[in-house]
């Protein structure tokens, strides 16, 4: 994902579709065939507007990819 690879940072999944509702973004861009348009301005409002805050603590994703070992071995038992 282009946030976490260039960025290294974690995307905001309401944040996102907040940002695509406000002003009809969407749907304005589907309607008007202006998806590359929407697209280049998402890539400019990413760092600022749509990324999760930078924390010292590890993220929900990097916790998960920790512990997935341990919780698979307690399903299986």
């Known amino acids: 994902m282009y946030a976490e690879n260039y960025l ?3 995307l905001s999944l309401p944040k996102l579709i907040n940002w695509l509702k ?4 969407l749907v304005n861009a589907m309607h008007d065939g202006t998806l590359e ?8 409002a ?3 507007l749509l990324c999760k805050q930078k924390r ?8 998960m990819a920790e512990y997935e070992p341990y919780m ?6």
């Open 8 to 10: 290294q940072r974690e």
């Open 22 to 25: 406000r002003k009809n973004r």
């Open 37 to 44: 348009a929407l697209l280049s301005h998402l890539r400019r």
């Open 72 to 77: 698979a071995d307690a399903l299986a038992a």
């Open 46 to 48: 990413l760092p600022k």
């Open 56 to 63: 010292k603590r590890r993220t929900s994703r990097q916790l």
